[in-house]
């Protein structure tokens, strides 16, 4: 039968030292594993990480990963590489925050206006499907007809000011949903798109 070194198992999600003690136990509890025994086998893995991440909340030492007073799994201090919140990423964890601030907000739709081609990619991976993102580049046409749609449909609408945006197209873009982020990275707009939510919300 396949199977994987506990002590393997564990450091691959940044339990090390006391912290991978403290899952031993806590696999010990679930009836995973048992005292003594230093492999796992395969078919186990899946569930033996799901009952960990479900006991435990990892986060590095940055002061903006360090857990809620709402958590209700056990704090666990790793590398920043295994933060639950930042994976060692700043993007990430700017990212993360903005998706917590808009599901407090109750909102899901994002329009994006601007960035570059690298930029909106990086913000498309990090939402993944937990946000409904629309962009408008400069391949939309820049007149009110396309625009103004998006941003009724939006509830919140961000422009990448740096960057190359007809100005046709930000003249449609105007209202109370509509802010402008002057600095080009996934951090100033997923921070700015955080501080809008945490009015309204
Ligand atoms: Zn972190």
Redesign the pocket.
Known sequence: MDDLAISELLSRLGFEGEGAEKALVRLCRDGLTRPGKTRIATVKIETAERALRAAFVR??R?SA?LPSPRETREPLPVS?VH?E??GGSDNR?AVEQMLVAMQRAGWTKLLVAGGSPGTRRELQRLCADRLDLRFVTDETTPNRKTVAPLLNWSEVAAIWTSTEISHKTTAVLRGPKVLKVSRRSVVALAEAVQERCAIVA
């Open positions: 986060h590095c940055k990963c920043a933060c919140t930042c964890r």
